[in-house]
């Protein structure tokens, strides 16, 4: 399937049929990224606008959702293409901020993601599935992202955590879980391992031994 776009009220706009070099990059617990390029003279270029969603799809697997961050977006004449560089939808919680001082005390780790989410002046995120309780003390000050400021309340824990959200649904949904430690697949040369890169630094290797 074709990356579609979708306005800022989920509505399909455009099916982007040219798109070539399209490419992702998921990260745990971090922004997702994506990009993907277009001919200059694809009249459905004029679709693909800031604040606009990307669903993006790897055949016919649904990626996620992304806003094209028109900052990175490089227009070439000379090989008559347009690149958009793209952030998932998560990045809209870097919008919003925290004015003046806000701290939370002996309040579980639930109460302060809903008491962060309601920072939002668009309320793009709902709060999903919280697998933890925990009671830290938080407190930000004049924080210039939210995300940053939710991103960071599970950095205390001593066991892993793992980020997850449904931006299939609107608002979007997060979550906070334990990571899974089943093995859900194995990736093999010959078997499903379509390339790989790998960088050497030969300034290493030995080539003579002196007994």
């Given at each position: 399937m074709y990356p579609r776009v979708l306005d800022i009220n989920n509505n399909l706009v455009a099916v982007l049929q040219n798109a070539y070099k399209i490419g992702y990059t998921k990260i745990k617990n971090n922004l997702w990224t994506c990009q993907f390029t277009l001919p200059l003279n694809d009249k459905k270029n004029e679709?693909?606008?800031p604040k606009y969603f990307i669903e993006l799809y790897d055949h016919d697997r649904y990626i996620g959702k992304f806003i094209v961050n028109p900052k990175r977006t490089i227009k070439n004449e000379s090989t008559n293409e347009?690149?958009?560089?793209?952030?998932h939808v998560l990045s809209t919680l870097h919008s919003d901020v925290l004015f003046r001082y806000h701290q939370y005390s002996n309040y579980t780790t639930k109460e302060v993601l809903e008491g962060l989410l309601e920072q939002q002046e668009?309320?793009?995120?709902?709060?999903?599935?919280?697998e933890?309780?925990?009671y830290f003390h938080y407190a930000w000050?004049?924080?210039?992202?939210?995300?940053?400021?939710?991103?960071s309340v599970p950095k205390p824990f001593d066991v892993p955590?793992?980020?997850?959200?449904?931006?299939?649904?609107?608002?979007?949904v997060l979550n906070l879980v334990e990571p899974p430690t089943a093995v859900k697949d194995v990736i093999a040369a010959g078997k499903n391992l379509k390339g790989i890169e790998v960088e050497e630094d030969p300034t290493?290797?030995?080539?003579?031994?002196y007994p």
């Amino acid at each position: 399937m074709y990356p579609r776009v979708l306005d800022i009220n989920n509505n399909l706009v455009a099916v982007l049929q040219n798109a070539y070099k399209i490419g992702y990059t998921k990260i745990k617990n971090n922004l997702w990224t994506c990009q993907f390029t277009l001919p200059l003279n694809d009249k459905k270029n004029e679709h693909v606008k800031p604040k606009y969603f990307i669903e993006l799809y790897d055949h016919d697997r649904y990626i996620g959702k992304f806003i094209v961050n028109p900052k990175r977006t490089i227009k070439n004449e000379s090989t008559n293409e347009i690149t958009y560089h793209c952030e998932h939808v998560l990045s809209t919680l870097h919008s919003d901020v925290l004015f003046r001082y806000h701290q939370y005390s002996n309040y579980t780790t639930k109460e302060v993601l809903e008491g962060l989410l309601e920072q939002q002046e668009v309320k793009h995120w709902k709060l999903g599935t919280v697998e933890f309780t925990r009671y830290f003390h938080y407190a930000w000050e004049n924080e210039d992202s939210l995300l940053n400021a939710i991103m960071s309340v599970p950095k205390p824990f001593d066991v892993p955590y793992l980020w997850t959200w449904d931006d299939s649904v609107y608002p979007f949904v997060l979550n906070l879980v334990e990571p899974p430690t089943a093995v859900k697949d194995v990736i093999a040369a010959g078997k499903n391992l379509k390339g790989i890169e790998v960088e050497e630094d030969p300034t290493n290797i030995v080539t003579r031994i002196y007994p």
